[in-house]
């Protein structure tokens, strides 16, 4: 029997669709990780506006797969959509968008100043680094993954995490705002 089979051509009501909660299982998820996953979104696209974009369509894509993905580790299975659809939205961007120096002004309800300046800083940061190097920090550093994780989730080998993680800091390091006071953060003494 088909799912449209009825007289007016429309599919059933979603409570006839599911008998099992799956729609209370799934919205109790995004309700714990959504916050989490829409600020990995916007640390990975540097907007928020498009990072909302990328996360809905992961939280989409995770809800029709739900009853495959619940019993493993959901939250991995979505922070990889989440990096494989930007990955894909940046091949996509190269072709059709240019970047311009001209920021426009957004006014946003829960603008807080301080919390707002240090995102800008942090995504100001971030976009001087590369597509991969972007993505190893901010999966090392605000996922709190470790770099075989990394590895595994961007598919690439343990000692590229390591060189890309390396290169990405060294760059951060020579940031003005994240200059230290004449100390050496994270790198080791000169050897005599």
Wanted: aromatic share 8%; net charge neutral; charged share 30%.
């Amino acid at each position: 029997m088909d799912v449209n089979d009825d007289s007016t051509g429309t599919r059933p009501a979603p409570a006839a669709r599911d008998p099992e909660g799956v729609d209370a299982d799934f919205t109790q998820f995004v309700t714990a990780q959504g916050p989490r996953l829409l600020r990995l979104a916007e640390l990975l696209t540097g907007d928020p506006h498009r990072a909302a974009d990328l996360t809905q369509t992961a939280l989409e894509r995770a809800y029709l797969r739900w009853h495959r993905i619940e019993s493993d580790d959901p939250t991995a299975y979505v922070r990889r959509i989440i990096v494989n659809s930007y990955r894909d939205w940046w091949r996509r961007r190269r072709a059709r968008e240019w970047t311009t120096d001209a920021v426009p002004e957004l006014a946003e309800p829960w603008d807080v100043a301080d919390r707002q300046a240090q995102q800008d800083m942090v995504n100001a940061a971030l976009s001087t680094l590369t597509r991969r190097e972007r993505q190893v920090v901010v999966l090392r550093y605000y996922a709190d993954l470790s770099e075989a994780a990394i590895a595994a989730e961007l598919r690439i080998a343990p000692g590229t995490v390591k060189s890309c993680l390396f290169r990405a800091l060294n760059r951060l390091r020579a940031l003005p705002e994240f200059a230290d006071s004449g100390e050496s953060v994270g790198r080791s003494q000169t050897r005599r």
